[in-house]
């Protein structure tokens, strides 16, 4: 885990609302990934001057030849052969060409289990590579960052939100499961906001929390908010070869990615019910 201090954001106006967008679990490579879904969002986020991105992991389906899990009839149907002789530098070339729109945009990238599992099998670091090709920091398999918004003028104000990211973990296929997951990375760290991927969900919980003041002369609470940070899989793609998600029977999920907004020097902590896109409003 890395703790990976502060990443500061200048804003100008009270009214300004700032979006951190959550990608991962692209699958880039893969014949179900939402190529078209992805690049529109990429578009759409490149031109908000407002908007950032932290990248979840699993941007590549990594899964080498020698993997038990490869089956060549699951890949892009443009890749050729030749590009099997480097699948993983293939990929990363890909998912670089998709990001560099981003740049300068992109808070920090984590490390998901498909990069980890191939890094460890093949000795080669793509992860690392993509980090820097894109010009973004590392933050690992998990981090704390603290979103700082500063703005000039009026004192001077800034206000700071704790992030805990985490690529995720788990195989849990029932809303009750993943949600528990969910709570339970909530329960073990303290933060803000808690974004966790790898179960290919959005998904929204809010808790709060009952404290003392450090006088204990007054109640106060604790607010926090997790999100499932979604996926570009396709559980089921007509016309293609079925993919593990179909042949273990998981359920047709929701594509794109999740989105906190941040209005920081606005009213304080307005949570919108949007769970339908999982775009909340902090």
């Known amino acids: 885990m890395i703790a990976a201090g502060s990443v500061r954001i200048p804003a100008r106006r009270t009214s300004e609302v700032f979006s951190l967008h959550t990608i991962g679990d692209v699958h880039w490579g893969n014949s179900n990934c939402a190529r078209d879904r992805v690049e529109a969002d990429v578009e759409r986020i490149a031109a908000d ?14 899964i080498g030849q020698a993997d038990k ?16 002789a480097d699948w ?5 070339k890909g998912i670089v060409k998709l990001l560099r729109p981003l740049r300068g945009k992109i808070v920090g990238s984590l490390e998901g289990n498909h990069e980890s599992t191939f890094s ?7 992860h690392a590579w993509t980090c820097a090709e894109l010009g973004v920091r590392n933050f690992g398999f998990s981090c704390f960052f603290d979103l700082t918004f500063e703005r ?10 704790r992030i805990f990211a985490h690529h995720g973990a788990g195989a849990a296929q029932s809303p009750g499961g993943k949600i528990n997951r969910l709570v339970s990375f909530m329960n073990f760290h303290e933060a803000d906001v808690y974004l966790v991927g790898h179960v290919h969900e959005q998904d929204v919980k809010r808790i709060e929390t009952l404290a003392a003041s450090t006088k204990c002369d007054r109640l106060i609470s604790r607010k926090k908010l997790g999100l499932f940070t979604g996926t570009y899989l396709r559980t089921y793609a007509e016309g293609f070869k079925a993919n593990y998600s179909e042949r273990a029977g998981y359920r047709p999920v929701p594509l794109g990615c999740s989105v906190v907004e941040f209005q920081p020097f606005g009213h304080d902590w307005v949570h919108r019910e949007e769970s339908v896109s999982a775009k909340v409003a902090i």
């Open 88 to 92: 993983g530098m293939y990929i990363a």
């Open 120 to 126: 460890a099998r093949q000795a080669q670091q793509m």
């Open 152 to 161: 000039s003028g009026a004192g001077n104000s800034r206000r700071a939100y």
């Open 49 to 62: 001057p407002l908007a950032r991105v932290l990248l979840m992991g699993d941007l590549g389906d990594y």
């Open 69 to 84: 899990r490869w089956d060549a009839a699951t890949i892009s149907p443009e890749v050729k052969a030749a590009d099997l």
